[in-house]
Nanobody
Framework: QVQLVESGGGLVQAGGSLRLSCAASGSIVSVNVMGWYRQAPGKQREMVAIITSDGTTNYPDSVKGRFNISRDNARNTVYLQMNSLKPEDTAVYYC?????????????WGQGTQVSVSS
């Protein structure tokens, strides 16, 4: 069984920074994708950043240049550094892990951490 434990959310003023962490434990194969998604009230969950096990990253335009995702493969931990935060970044942020077993993707989610940005 895989568990994802997030930390680092909170309240910050616009223009500020926060760093989220997510530690994965359990049966994790080395080739995987880790990432962060967010969901604001009344909106669909959206991808914020993803990183493959070889370090390839992807961001939507809304956060590109402000957010940076990184990972420590030895610790199965992924980080999200969020800079120049805006009120529209307010959401619950979820850690995500996708591992491929026998050619099939298995997806795991963290419990979510609240990020609130005041104007």
């Amino acid at each position: 069984q895989v568990q994802l434990v997030e930390s680092g959310g909170g309240l910050v003023q616009a223009g500020g920074s926060l760093r989220l962490s997510c530690a994965a434990s359990g049966s994790i194969v080395s080739v995987n994708v880790m990432g962060w998604y967010r969901q604001a009230p009344g909106k669909q969950r959206e991808m914020v950043a993803i990183i493959t096990s070889d370090g390839t990253t992807n961001y939507p335009d809304s956060v590109k240049g402000r957010f940076n995702i990184s990972r420590d493969n030895a610790r199965n931990t992924v980080y999200l550094q969020m800079n120049s935060l805006k009120p529209e970044d307010t959401a619950v942020y979820y850690c995500n892990l996708v591992v491929w077993i026998a050619g099939r993707p298995n997806t795991y989610w963290g419990q979510g951490t609240q990020v609130s940005v005041s104007s």
